[in-house]
C-alpha cells in the first residue's frame, strides 16, 4: 500500500472542506470527473470510505474525518517547508514578523527598537493579514514570529502573553447606544459586526451581514468609516481606540465583554536566534509598560 501524495492530498482536503465535488473541482481549478476519479482513487488505496455520498449530500466517514486532520498539519509541513527554504537561500536573511495592522497593543515601535538592539537581530519585514491570520502564517513558513490576539489556534506553536486591555464597542456617534456610558452585550443585539472583526466570547451580536448590510470590510480605515454611517459595529481593543479617535466615532466599554490579550507567538521547532532576540525583546516592552501602568494608577489613587 503507497503513501498518498501530496497532491491526492490537496484534492481530498478540498472536498472534504467544501463537502461538494463541483465546488471542490472549482476552487481547484479543474474540472469534477478527474476530481471524482482522483478521489476514488486514493479511497482504493487506502483501502477505506473516505466519504459517505448520496445524491443529495456528501459527508465525511471517522476514516475521512482523521485523514482531514492529518492530511491538513501534512499540507501545512509541505508549504512551510517550501517557505523556509526559499527563505534560507536569501542572499539576506530576514525576519518575518505576522500581525494585523493597528494589533499590537501599540508596543510594536519599541519591541523593533528593543530588537534591533540585540546582536541577534535581522533586518525585519511585516507579514500583514487579517485578524485571525497570523497563526496560520507562522505555522505555513510565510512568518517567523507574530503578534497574536488571544484565543487563537495554538496547535504547533509556542506562545508568551504582553499585555491584556479592555474590549470596547464602535459606534456611530450618532447612534442612540453613543449616549450611555457602559454597554452590554445585549444593547448589540442584531447589530452587525465586520467579517473578521477581534473576536468576542458572547454571541448576542449578530455575525453575518444583514440583508442590505455593508459588504464585509477588514481594513480599518473601511470599518471606522461603515461605523460611522451606523452600518456596523466594531469590537476595538483599547489601544486601538486611542490610537484612532474620531469625531463620528464613540468608544464605549461593554460590562460583560471579557478584555482581549495579546501574545507574541512563534513555531515550536523555531530555532532561530533571529526568532528569540524578538520574543525577549516583545517580553522585556510588555513587562515595562504594565510597571508604568501599575505605577501610574497608583499615583492617581487618592
Excluded at 484534492?11 to 476514488?40: C, D, K, N, T
Excluded at 456528501?58 to 527554504?85: F, I, K, Q, W, Y
Excluded at 451581514?209 to 481593543?237: H, K
Excluded at 515595562?288 to 499615583?299: D, G, K, P, R, S
Amino acid at each position: 500500500m503507497s503513501d498518498p501524495e501530496v497532491r491526492q492530498l490537496r484534492y481530498f482536503v478540498a472536498v472534504a472542506e467544501e463537502l461538494h465535488f463541483g465546488r471542490a473541482a472549482e476552487r481547484l481549478g479543474m474540472a469534477q470527473p478527474p476530481l471524482s476519479r482522483a478521489i476514488r482513487d486514493l479511497e482504493r488505496q487506502l483501502d477505506v470510505t473516505l466519504f459517505r455520498r448520496t445524491t443529495r449530500q456528501v459527508e465525511l466517514t471517522a476514516a475521512g474525518e482523521v485523514l482531514l486532520r492529518d492530511a491538513r498539519r501534512a499540507l501545512e509541513a509541505v508549504s512551510a517547508a517550501a517557505h523556509r527554504v526559499r527563505e534560507a537561500g536569501r542572499s539576506s536573511p530576514r525576519l518575518r514578523i505576522a500581525l494585523k495592522a493597528d494589533i499590537d497593543g501599540g508596543l510594536l515601535p519599541q519591541i523593533l527598537d528593543a530588537y534591533n538592539a540585540d546582536d541577534a537581530s535581522l533586518p525585519s519585514e511585516l507579514v500583514l493579514g487579517g485578524f485571525g491570520e497570523q497563526p496560520q502564517a507562522l505555522r505555513d513558513g510565510r512568518a517567523d514570529v507574530g503578534l497574536v490576539l488571544s484565543p487563537f489556534d495554538d496547535r504547533g506553536l509556542d506562545s508568551e502573553l504582553l499585555l491584556s486591555e479592555p474590549l470596547l464597542v464602535a459606534v456611530a456617534a450618532a447612534d442612540p447606544l453613543a449616549a450611555r456610558t457602559a454597554l452590554c452585550l445585549d444593547d448589540l443585539t442584531g447589530r452587525t459586526v465586520p467579517g473578521g472583526a477581534p473576536a468576542h466570547h458572547g454571541r448576542s451580536v449578530e455575525q453575518r451581514p444583514r440583508p442590505g448590510a455593508a459588504r464585509p470590510a477588514s481594513n480599518l480605515s473601511e470599518i471606522f468609516s461603515l461605523v460611522e454611517t451606523g452600518s456596523l459595529v466594531f469590537f476595538a481593543p483599547m489601544s486601538v481606540a486611542r490610537r484612532h479617535p474620531r469625531p463620528g466615532i464613540a468608544y464605549r466599554p461593554v460590562g460583560d465583554l471579557p478584555d482581549v490579550t495579546l501574545s507574541v507567538a512563534w513555531p515550536q521547532d523555531a530555532r532561530s536566534p533571529a526568532v528569540a532576540a524578538f520574543v525577549r525583546a516583545a517580553c522585556t516592552v510588555a513587562a515595562v509598560q504594565h510597571v508604568q501602568a501599575e505605577t501610574l494608577i497608583q499615583n492617581t489613587q487618592p
